[in-house]
């Protein structure tokens, strides 16, 4: 295992990213156990697993960070290639969970960094460990790791919490990868850019977009990132014409104009769950003159799509229908139909936040044991 270790961080950065070999060796390592439809293209060059693990959900406490660092390696050996985070999760606790699970399992052999695909997400401000006390408390937080530094400016943070600024991304990412402990990102989401719609024009917010993907092919450049897109929880979702749409040509277009057709922007993050469903019922997307649903439309423009929320927050883990079971046979809980219904769509992966070791297993027998 080569490592680096750089002057910022306190911990030796893994060297390297996940790649097509890498990938199809996991792939087919786990192709008797799992089946063959268990691994999916991601930017098309990449396999990964139907179902990863998100780390959204927890406290800001260390039982938390045990739970994500267990589940985590236990789905590095049971074949989950795919992890998912943000650095504003659980006060930056996520990321550094995914960090130490990910050393351990390859350290152990469980696998290689090749195989693993590390994705992370900037836009949100995040704390650092533990929540502060009192919103002055913030405030102080923000002058003085942000605005003092000249990291970001006060005008270009939307309601206190949030930007999309090429500097403070910058840093951010930064962050990330010394939270993650490595020295590739394989994917890199702008998080929620819709949320700047709630104080600026959406043609403003497409020039921000322009600069910080300039900014974000600058790092695939460097090798700090592998490829980069935006993660929205509305945005895609939102019928056209309401607020805090987002049309995914344009976005498309807005990496195309920083960096040209082979461009880096690869990948959208997105809810979709049975609860969920505009990405495959609703036409909210226009793509060459023609409206359609926003998993056609990526599919039209080339973007990979990763499912989030696919069992809503565990609103879907019990009490469905009737009728919904009925049109779902064949598995034993209804969190294994509601996954089953995500990972049958045209998606690369369904990210599940998982915490224990039976959540994981519950989850994993949609794709055999």
Request: hydrophobic share 40%.
């Amino acid at each position: 295992m080569k490592t680096r270790t750089p002057a910022t961080a306190t911990i030796p950065l893994l060297v390297g990213r996940a790649t097509a070999k890498g990938t199809t060796r996991h792939a087919e390592r786990y192709a008797k156990r799992r089946g063959e439809e268990f691994h999916r293209p991601l930017d098309r060059m990449l396999r990964v697993s139907a179902v990863g693990l998100g780390t959204y959900l927890g406290e800001c406490d260390d039982a938390d960070d045990a739970r994500y660092d267990a589940v985590a390696r236990a789905g590095l050996e049971r074949g989950i290639n795919i992890i998912d985070s943000a650095i504003n999760y659980r006060c930056q606790r996520s990321e550094r969970a995914v960090g130490r699970a990910v050393r351990a399992a390859i350290a152990s052999g469980l696998v290689a960094r090749d195989e693993v695909v590390i994705c992370t997400k900037g836009g949100y401000i995040p704390l650092d460990t533990n929540a502060p006390d009192s919103r002055e408390e913030y405030h102080a937080l923000l002058e003085r790791e942000y605005f003092a530094s000249g990291i970001v400016s006060p005008e270009n943070v939307i309601a206190d919490a949030h930007s999309i600024a090429p500097g403070f991304l910058a840093d951010q990412l930064r962050r990330s990868r010394d939270n993650l402990g490595v020295e590739t990102i394989d994917v890199y989401y702008v998080h929620n850019p819709e949320q700047q719609l709630d104080a600026i024009k959406p043609s403003q917010l497409l020039d921000r977009l322009r600069e910080t993907f300039a900014m974000l092919e600058s790092r695939c450049d460097a090798g700090d990132i592998a490829r980069y897109g935006c993660a929205t929880w509305n945005g895609f979702r939102a019928a056209r014409g309401a607020r805090g749409h987002l049309e995914l040509a344009e976005v498309v277009a807005a990496a195309h104009d920083a960096g040209g057709p082979d461009h880096r922007c690869r990948v959208v993050q997105l809810p979709v769950s049975l609860a969920m469903p505009e990405a495959v019922r609703l036409s909210t997307q226009r793509v060459r003159g023609r409206e359609m649903p926003f998993l056609h439309a990526a599919a039209e423009l080339g973007i990979s799509v990763v499912a989030s929320a696919p069992l809503l927050q565990a609103r879907l883990a019990s009490g469905l229908p009737p009728q919904v079971r009925e049109a779902l046979p064949g598995f034993s809980t209804d969190a294994q139909r509601a996954l089953s219904f995500v990972t049958s769509l045209p998606v690369s992966t369904a990210l599940v936040g998982m915490r224990t070791i039976a959540h994981l297993d519950e989850n994993l027998a949609v794709f055999g044991e």
